[in-house]
C-alpha cells in the first residue's frame, strides 16, 4: 500500500505557474506507474497527465500539452507537476494517484486505472 500527499496548489493568475508535488509514503515508490488527475466543481475527474515506473513514458491530455510537464523523482519517492502559463479553466482541484504494476513502461489515463489515490490540492487561476 502508499500513502499519497500533495502539495503545493494555491491561487495564481492567469499566466502564472505553480509546481505540484505528490509525496509517496509506504511501499516502493518506483512500483508504482503514477498520474495528476483533476476535477472541477460539477465535473469528472479527468486524467492530466501519467508518467510511467521509469519515467522514460509519459501521457498529456490534450488540454495540458506544451504547458504542463510531469516528472518523477524515485529517490525522493516524489512525484511532479510543473504547471505554467495557467488559464482560469485549469481551475480545479488536483489529484495524484498510484498504480502498482511490473511493466516499467506502463502509463494508464483512466481514473479507475488507478489503486491509490491523494486528498487533492486546490489549483485556482485568475482571469
Known amino acids: 500500500q502508499v500513502q499519497l500527499v500533495e502539495s503545493g496548489g494555491g491561487l495564481v493568475q492567469a499566466g502564472g505557474s505553480l509546481r505540484l508535488s505528490c509525496a509517496a509514503s509506504?511501499?516502493?515508490?518506483?512500483?508504482?506507474?503514477m498520474g495528476w488527475f483533476r476535477q472541477a466543481p460539477g465535473k469528472e475527474r479527468d486524467i492530466v497527465t501519467a508518467?510511467?515506473?521509469?519515467?522514460?513514458?509519459?501521457y498529456y491530455a490534450d488540454s495540458v500539452k506544451g504547458r504542463f510537464t510531469i516528472s518523477r523523482d524515485n529517490a525522493k519517492n516524489t512525484l511532479y507537476l510543473q504547471m505554467n502559463s495557467l488559464k482560469p479553466e485549469d481551475t480545479a482541484v488536483y489529484y495524484c494517484?498510484?498504480?502498482?504494476?511490473?511493466?516499467?513502461?506502463?502509463?494508464?489515463?483512466?481514473?479507475?486505472?488507478?489503486?491509490?489515490w491523494g486528498q487533492g490540492t486546490q489549483v485556482t487561476v485568475s482571469s
Open positions: 494517484a498510484a498504480k502498482n504494476t511490473y511493466y516499467s513502461s506502463y502509463v494508464r489515463s483512466r481514473p479507475y486505472e488507478y489503486d491509490y
Open positions: 509506504g511501499r516502493a515508490f518506483n512500483n508504482y506507474a
Open positions: 508518467i510511467s515506473r521509469s519515467g522514460l513514458n509519459t
